[in-house]
């Protein structure tokens, strides 16, 4: 998707600098800024289409500039790639509960990052060949508006969110496993561990409040989204 708005907030001018030059060789619009609060200010002033986030930040952290963002409506949906050195799997949940769309730990390799990043935005891209409304029960999901609806209050998800619940949608009731979650909300080939899909789950139910029953645990396989007996 050449052409996208791309942040790259990171502290390490040399590494910042990386970066901009293989997204703008990309054919990406990159901008850059060294710590979180300006990072906010910028992405609430001119809203990316995707945003790099360094995690440990100067005068506010990755955390909270997820947290600043997902707070308002027209930064909700804007995909976050967070790039850190704090590999573990419980730092890597905390990071998807937050609201984190991937997760990329230091050391990397460019053309990985770059092939996420491109992913990213086909992921989050209308690209027409589907229906543009899905409904099922009080839920009514619209790609092209990347918007949900439930019992007609809009219902604001990320964009992890919102592919998760349109994949199970999409899948007129058939069982989806963990993998094919991952596959279709987070990406092939990305090495993330069955229980992050738990965490964006559990974080879709709780937004969807009334109509969480929709989506349904299949013990031992994955998720089904279907009418609650």
Not at 61 to 77: K, L, T, Y
Not at 94 to 104: I, K, Q, R
Request: glycine share 8%.
């Amino acid at each position: 998707m050449g052409g996208a708005a791309i942040l790259v907030v990171e502290d390490e001018a040399d590494l910042a600098d990386l970066l901009r030059y293989n997204l703008e060789r990309a054919g990406y619009s990159c901008r850059c800024v060294a710590d979180g609060k300006a990072a906010l200010e910028e992405i609430l002033r001119r809203t990316p289409d995707l945003v790099i986030l360094d995690r440990m930040l100067p005068r506010m952290s990755g955390d909270e500039v997820i947290r600043g963002m997902r707070a308002e409506p027209r930064c909700q949906n804007v995909p976050v790639i967070m790039l850190t050195a704090k590999a573990g799997e419980a730092e890597q949940l905390a990071g998807f509960s937050l609201g984190t769309d991937d997760y990329v730990t230091k050391p990397f390799s460019m053309n990985l990052l770059l092939a996420r990043v491109e992913a990213m935005l086909r992921r989050t891209a209308p690209d027409g060949s589907d229906p543009v409304v899905l409904t099922a029960g009080p839920i009514v999901l619209e790609r092209d508006r990347h918007e949900v609806r439930v019992s007609h209050e809009l219902v604001v998800l990320t964009s992890t969110e919102f592919r998760l619940l349109e994949s199970l949608m999409a899948a007129n009731e058939r069982v989806l496993t963990r993998q094919q979650l991952i596959d279709a909300a987070i990406g092939q080939g990305v090495a993330v561990t069955d229980r992050t899909i738990d965490v964006h789950v559990t974080a879709l139910r709780r937004k969807l409040g009334t109509a969480s029953g929709w989506v349904q645990t299949v013990r031992g396989v994955g998720y089904v989204f279907r009418s609650p007996r």
